[in-house]
């Protein structure tokens, strides 16, 4: 995708200095106790394009959590397990203003998938015989779209959370109240935790973008992992919903559905070109990693990635 490689990297080694500038603003997330004990400085930036082009910088081995990236994970599964309609009779579409944990926008039903209520919503809709059979579903959803299996359950961050998660376990039970689902909230609640605890790498998560980016083919033999609508869905949802209350200024800036984590990740996707993930674990006050977000403003003025033109 991109003609001259060399450049190209000169390029992007160019952007990564400038963002590193903000390297020390910011704080890790610490309302996950085991979150505040990762490094502060690791950096990891990967891009994968659909032509299997693949470009690595920083510690892009370095393991952490999918954190809230795993919702993009959920809605797939909710729109595999369910028609379009019976999703977002459950889930809005629409941004909000407020934080990713929420209450408030939760009127008759979430505001959108991005949220912890939306998500908890879309958890509710992956189905399985029990919470281990649904679990394993969604790690091997991550290992088919990332085309890897060194996707791990991190069990250390599960269990902080699950100690942790009042807010969440109200929002579940909230939704449950209101009869969006009928299943034991505290089931729901296990599995969207979960999923927030899939433990991988910034190669693995450009793999999904590059799969996204590429109408939900893979990459080497083309045949079809998520179907193009579904693909567009997310792509819509990611776009105006993916990086909290910032997400519409974050599209004005940068131009690229995204979806940011707490651990300090975004997955950036360019339809028809490239998926891109940046992990930084120092975060603004919305969640989003300071780096992150600075990076991919760069990324995309410099290798003109913003969809707008
Ligand atoms: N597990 C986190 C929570 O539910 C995910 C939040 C995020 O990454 O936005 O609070």
Redesign the pocket.
């Known amino acids: 995708m991109f003609k001259d490689k060399e450049k190209t990297i000169e390029i992007i080694e160019k952007s990564i200095k400038k963002s590193l500038v903000h390297s020390n603003e910011g704080d890790v997330?610490s309302?996950?106790p085991e979150l505040a004990n990762v490094d502060p400085t690791d950096f990891a930036l990967s891009i994968i394009c659909v032509d299997g082009q693949e470009y690595n910088f920083g510690d892009y081995n370095k393991l952490f959590s999918i954190?809230?990236?795993s919702?993009v994970i959920s809605l797939i599964m909710a729109l595999n397990d369910n028609n379009v309609d019976e999703v977002f009779e459950k889930v809005g579409t629409e941004p909000t203003k407020y934080k990713?944990?929420s209450l408030i926008p939760i009127d008759d039903i979430a505001a959108n998938p991005f949220i912890?209520a939306g998500?908890i919503t879309t958890s509710s809709l992956i189905k399985g015989k029990n919470l281990d059979e649904k679990f394993n579903r969604v790690v091997n959803m991550v290992k088919k779209l990332s085309n890897s299996d060194n996707i791990i359950f991190l069990e250390k961050v599960y269990k902080s959370?699950m100690d942790t998660?009042d807010?969440?376990r109200s929002i579940a039970y909230y939704l449950r109240s209101k009869k969006i689902f009928s299943l034991d909230a505290e089931e729901v609640l296990d599995l969207?935790?979960r999923n927030?605890?899939i433990g991988l790498h910034s190669t693995d998560l450009a793999h999904i973008g590059a799969l996204l980016a590429n109408g939900g083919k893979n990459l080497s033999n083309g045949s079809e992992i998520i179907s193009k609508d579904s693909v567009r869905i997310v792509l819509a949802q990611m776009a105006s919903c993916g990086m909290?209350e910032e997400s519409g200024r974050f599209l004005l800036e940068v131009g690229m559905p995204s979806k940011?984590?707490?651990?300090g990740a975004i997955l950036g996707v360019v339809p028809g070109k490239c998926g891109i993930c940046v992990y930084s674990p120092r975060l603004d006050k919305s969640?989003n990693s300071v780096v992150g977000k600075n990076l991919l403003k760069s990324l995309s003025e410099d290798l003109d990635l913003n969809i707008f033109l």
């Open positions: 997330a309302y996950i954190q809230s990236i919702k990713f944990n912890n998500a959370e998660t807010v969440n969207y935790i927030c605890s909290y940011s984590g707490v651990s969640g």
